[in-house]
């Protein structure tokens, strides 16, 4: 209990420091909010009046608090480039798209990695592991938009399986929304997949020179029994937290390929939100996904806790 009390504090911590690093790095640019909303042809006058409505005439540290104050109530404030609308309306419109993308390009890590991570570690000629080694490194350095760029070329353009922009929400037809995201999704996840078959890999492999291992085959377990009944469990434990890191690399690769395929999520929205400074929507996206990674990293924590009890000591 103490273990999973210090970890709530920490999530605490970790994100209000986020938010006040966020909150005055808006705070220090010279266009500051009125500026944006008005332009730089507005007089000083409707400047400073603006100023007034909207408390940019207060202490920074004043309007921070209230800021961060509304935010944990669930109010993010008005958008500035869509005059009378909500951050929060703009987020909840987008977020399903983005959480749905981020779901699939997951649920692809997970059930391409694991079974070719214990394809790979079962090579025992040098031309398997150099050939599993080249695929894997290849993948891992090509970058996610870039793949995006190729498998729009190959799917879209090519093949025509799907086209560009013609994106349907989830609340229309969840079906349609599916079959579309799973091209982003792929462009996200394969450098991806190749970083868990490695590190999954190379987790089997050094279990299997443990000495249960030399126990197991003593007692006339086979291979397989061996690697899956014994040695997968256990190499699985250093895996789950990498699985946290995975998630968090996947949140911030969508924020780039759903510009690429035009899915409007998230990372559309912040995008265009930075492009048009409107700042009260970036804090609340960029606060947004900074809670996303840091709870995912709590739940890892706790998962690891799970599996492995020698964590609470």
């Known amino acids: 209990m103490k273990y999973v009390l210090k970890k709530i504090i920490t999530l605490i911590v970790a994100l209000l420091l986020i938010s006040l ?24 006058e409707r400047l400073a009046a603006l100023r007034e409505q909207m408390g940019l005439n207060q202490p920074v540290f004043v309007r921070y608090f209230v800021w961060i104050g509304n935010a944990f109530r669930g109010d993010f404030g008005q958008s500035l480039q869509y005059t009378g609308v909500s951050v929060n309306s703009l987020i909840a419109g987008r977020l399903g798209n983005s959480a749905l993308l981020s779901l699939i390009s997951f649920i692809m890590v997970i059930v391409f990695s694991i079974p070719i991570g214990i394809f790979s570690a079962k090579r025992r000629t040098v031309v398997g592991k150099a050939t599993m080694t080249t ?51 792929l462009a996200i996840s394969l450098p991806k997949i190749a970083m868990t078959v490695k590190f999954l890999a ?64 998230i990372g559309t929205l912040l995008i265009t939100a930075i492009t048009n400074r409107d700042y009260p929507v970036v804090e609340a996206v960029v606060l947004l996904i900074a809670f996303f990674i840091i709870a995912i990293n709590f739940i890892v924590d706790m998962i690891y806790m799970a599996v492995d009890p020698r964590v609470k000591l």
């Open 202 to 265: 190379t987790s089997i492999r050094s279990e299997l020179h443990k000495d249960y291992v030399r126990t197991a085959y003593a007692k006339g377990c086979t291979r397989n029994q061996v690697l899956y009944g014994h040695v997968l469990k256990n190499s699985m434990v250093p895996v789950i937290t990498f699985l946290g890191v995975i998630v968090a690399e996947i949140v911030a690769g969508s924020i780039v390929v759903e510009q690429v395929f035009a899915v409007p999520g």
């Open 21 to 44: 690093i966020v909150f005055l790095a808006f705070s220090v640019l010279p266009s500051d909010a009125a500026i944006a909303k008005l332009g730089q042809n507005a007089t000083p």
């Open 135 to 185: 695929v894997t490194q290849l993948t891992m350095g090509i970058p996610s938009f870039f793949l995006g760029v190729l498998i729009t070329y190959a799917f879209s353009l090519g093949l025509k399986w799907f086209i560009i922009g013609q994106y349907t929400p989830p609340a229309k037809s969840f079906g349609a929304a599916v079959v579309y995201l799973i091209f982003p999704a």
